[in-house]
């Protein structure tokens, strides 16, 4: 419920300044407009519409120009907090109540508190991971695992912004896995923050990609690499620095003043015990707000699908999401508004809900070709839109989303369940009409600045793969051209001989706009 407050207009009224009128407004944001009930009527709101209409209206009957939402809050320890979701503002992550309840919420999720999020128990740990010790004050260490080795383990999703300054190579990692280990101050900003929120939430192992592969070993970043979507599905918790530009950023840091400026409130008293909430004038989140630098990173796509269980720290809040809860516990301002996770890290998120309850539904199996080729061509959409800094990990950093719909007991067996470049077999021709799109690829590691895309094809996948463009990719669907044709797999050929010149003659085309 939001309460709008308005300043009555000073044709009708004689002018007041202290003279208010209240509604009270129910509504939902849906797709491109605002529906909801306000002072005895429907109304709409467009996205583009500079005002709402009433039902039945062309125009608007009140003008909004002076409108003021009012939020409501309630601090953490309020009993009014169990129906409140709003947070009174805060701007510190690193408080005692906001952990406590960052670990608390952790501790039911793992022990069966939230319904529809299961806890399987300790994974095995991946080859490295760093053991950031008991401790606040000691070295960190490289821990070598071995075989077999189980554990709870945190998983970190960050943008690297460039050259890191410290990583693991071929001649460091005998220092880093010994007893002298790394120093805390040694490790970007990033990585310090990590350590202290895993350390906070009583983890004892980390994994961080700089420092868990072997930088300068082209075979052990090969195998790791493989192993990342495992490594991030089977990851206890996973933390998100969503609003961090690079690992020299940080994301426990103090932002700018105009985040936290001071507004009006006011507290009211809620019936008998209930508690009191806060009604303060709230702030709307600036535009593009949701393109958090960790949104714009390729490999964070699958990091946030995989996992388990998510803490993500943006700009403007703290937010922990698993399976079955999605909870704000900071609120860095008073902005409003539930923003759902896939909205602020992965839409793809959403898509692994719907997986997971179709199979419990349906049971195993259940995917035909169909839906996969509906839902790996929305999964491609919003990912290739994103940037890599290593322009080879194209592939790679989609394919633990991959092996996870390809192992998970999902597709029929009756499909052509091969999965080859970034398309499924089970969907061709389908996914093989795809076009550069023109839109402007999100910069990697967090940069706000948009690169235009290039036009020049990799050899690191077959032409005919999207995988071979460093753009975002547009699919056409079947359904709205008019063909007439056949294809067939030829098996027993190694797609990667040397490539060769082909030409072919046109003998016939039709043009037609598809959009």
């Known amino acids: 419920m939001v309460f709008y407050a308005r300043r009555r207009d000073a044709f009708t009224v004689k002018p007041d300044p202290e003279l208010m009128q209240t509604w009270v407004k129910f509504g939902a944001s849906q797709g491109l407009a605002d529906m909801g009930w306000l002072d005895g009527g429907f109304f709409r709101k467009t996205k583009w519409a500079s005002q709402p209409r009433r039902a039945g209206e062309y125009k608007p009957r009140q003008r909004w120009d002076h409108a003021i939402s009012l939020a409501v809050l309630a601090s953490p320890e309020d009993p009014a907090a169990v129906h409140i979701s709003e947070r009174l503002p805060a701007d510190n992550f690193m408080s005692d109540t906001v952990m406590d309840q960052a670990v608390k919420w952790i501790k039911d999720c793992l022990e069966g508190r939230h319904p529809g999020c299961v806890y399987s128990g300790k994974p095995l740990l991946p080859t490295r991971v760093i053991d950031v010790g008991l401790d606040a004050y000691s070295n960190v260490r490289l821990h070598i695992s071995s075989p077999e080795k189980r554990g709870d383990y945190v998983a970190l999703s960050y ?54 592969i ?64 806060v009604l303060a004038v709230a702030k709307v989140k600036p535009e593009g707000h949701l393109l958090e630098p960790l949104r714009m990173r390729g490999w964070c796509f699958q990091e946030s699908i995989l996992s388990q269980r998510l803490v993500i720290f943006s700009k403007f809040e703290l937010r922990l999401h698993c399976r079955a809860q999605n909870r704000k516990i900071l609120n860095l301002g008073n902005f409003i508004g539930e923003d759902e996770p896939n909205q602020l890290y992965s839409l793809g998120i959403r898509h692994v809900k719907e997986l997971e309850s179709k199979k419990a539904t349906e049971g195993e199996y259940w995917m035909d070709a169909e839906y996969l080729d509906r839902m790996w061509v929305n999964m491609l959409g919003d990912f290739t839109s994103r940037g890599l800094t290593d322009k080879n990990d194209r592939l790679h950093a989609v394919q633990g989303v991959a092996n996870i719909i390809s192992w998970s007991g999902h597709l029929r067996k009756d499909m052509d369940n091969r999965y080859l470049a970034g398309t499924w077999m089970a969907c061709l021709p389908q996914q093989l009409l795809w076009s550069r799109s023109n839109i ?76």
């Open 159 to 212: 943008c690297w912004g460039g050259p890191q300054p410290v990583t693991t190579n071929t001649d460091n990692i005998i220092q880093f896995s010994g007893t002298e280990g790394i120093p805390i101050s040694a490790l970007p900003q990033t990585l310090q923050d990590a350590v202290l929120i895993t350390r906070r939430q009583g983890f004892r192992y980390l994994w961080v990609d700089a420092l868990c």
């Open 214 to 277: 072997i930088q300068d070993s082209w075979e052990d970043k090969a195998l790791e690499i493989q192993k990342m979507g495992t490594i991030y599905r089977q990851a206890t918790l996973t933390i998100a620095a969503a609003s961090s530009r690079s690992a020299t950023q940080g994301f426990l840091r103090s932002f700018a003043p105009e985040h936290m400026a001071s507004v009006p409130s006011c507290t009211v008293p809620l019936h008998k015990d209930k508690g009191t909430v």
């Open 440 to 515: 402007p690829t999100l910069s990697p590691d967090g940069e706000y600045k948009k690169r235009m895309p290039s036009e020049t094809r990799s050899d690191r996948a077959p032409s005919w793969s999207w995988g071979c463009l460093d753009c975002p990719i547009v699919f056409h669907s079947l359904s709205r051209l008019e063909y007439e044709g056949s294809f067939s797999v030829v098996d027993g050929v190694d797609a990667r001989q040397p490539m060769l010149d082909v030409e072919c003659e046109v003998v016939g085309y039709a043009v037609r706009r598809v959009n």
